[in-house]
């Protein structure tokens, strides 16, 4: 296995995650919020989409979904409680976007040139040392949300996912 496709693998396994964690939620529970404040299931599956997208075309991925600008707000990250989160989409619609456009960064990620993985990090940061380590990041970034759709889940009384 390559590197990239190692880094690319990250981001399937990190995709799969987020499905496992809501393929079994209903309309309802995906805009569960756990707590006031707390952001739900629909938030930050669109979220992920956003940066994903973002991610993807940074990587210079093509054929992307066009994102307005009130919609890349709405999914992004503000330093404050979230409010109420409604009229955020359906989860098959958010779902549907977050797996095309992880596909479309996957298929980036697999393209990369060698010597651009050890250049260094499109944005300096407390984690990232070069361009690999910031690819990384962002599959680490899924799994990270994945443990706050897990929270949520548990919120519900839903089992936890093997």
């Known amino acids: 296995m390559t590197t990239n496709e190692l880094l690319a693998a990250g981001y399937r396994i990190g995709l799969r995650m987020v499905h496992v964690l809501c393929d079994d939620l209903t ?3 995906f805009r569960h919020q756990p707590v006031p404040g707390a952001n739900s299931a629909a938030w930050i599956v669109g979220h992920l989409a956003v940066v994903a997208r973002r991610t993807a075309e940074r ?3 093509i054929g992307l979904p ?3 600008e009130e919609f890349v707000g709405r999914f992004s990250q503000t330093k404050q409680p979230a409010g109420p989160q409604t009229e955020l989409g359906t989860k098959a619609e958010l779902l549907g976007l977050l797996d095309g456009c992880t596909e479309k960064l996957m298929d980036a990620v697999r393209q990369l040139p060698a010597e651009a993985l050890t250049g260094p990090p499109p944005h300096q940061g407390p984690f990232a040392t070069n361009y690999a380590e910031a690819v ?3 599959s680490m970034h899924m799994t990270l949300h994945g443990g706050q759709l897990s929270t949520i889940r548990r919120s519900l009384g839903k089992p936890p996912v093997a």
Do not use: I, M, T, Y
């Open 27 to 29: 309309e309802d529970e």
């Open 59 to 61: 990587l210079g991925a």
């Open 66 to 68: 066009n994102l307005s």
């Open 136 to 138: 990384l990041f962002g």
